[in-house]
């Protein structure tokens, strides 16, 4: 097996100041591991589905949103439930329904990773 140095330096060319000064600038572990769990949470199929369909949708009850992304209602409230716990969805109840809704950062990290196919939120009149 040969191994590809196209991506490594040819030689030792560490700039140390700026290195260090990049490096003194980076958030603590615990400060990213909150993002990092939103990203995996955004990188499930099913789950990003989901989310642009809230992205969408706005506000959904379990069972709108099983029917959106044609899953059934116990694969949605799964990954709902992993939304949730990774801060990307909220929810509330209304008598007898749960509803579902995206909150800001699950917004701001689901229109970045959509991107163009973000579709804005659909006002119910």
């Known amino acids: 097996m040969s191994i590809d140095r196209g991506d490594e330096c040819d030689l030792l060319c560490l700039d140390l100041p700026h290195a260090e000064e990049i490096r003194a600038g980076l958030p603590e572990l615990p400060a990213v591991e909150p993002a990092a769990a939103a990203a995996r949470a955004l990188g499930d199929p099913t789950r990003l589905t989901m989310a642009a369909a809230l992205y969408s949708g706005g ?4 069972c709108d949103l099983s029917w959106v992304v044609g899953q059934a209602q116990n694969l ?14 909220g929810s509330r109840r209304d008598g007898r329904l ?3 809704a995206l909150t800001e950062r699950g917004r701001t990290l689901v229109g970045a990773v959509l991107g163009e196919r973000a579709t804005p939120a659909i006002v119910r009149g």
């Open 98 to 100: 749960v509803m579902y």
């Open 59 to 62: 506000e959904l009850c379990v």
């Open 76 to 89: 949605t409230s799964h990954h709902l439930r992993q939304l949730k716990h990774a801060g990307m969805v």
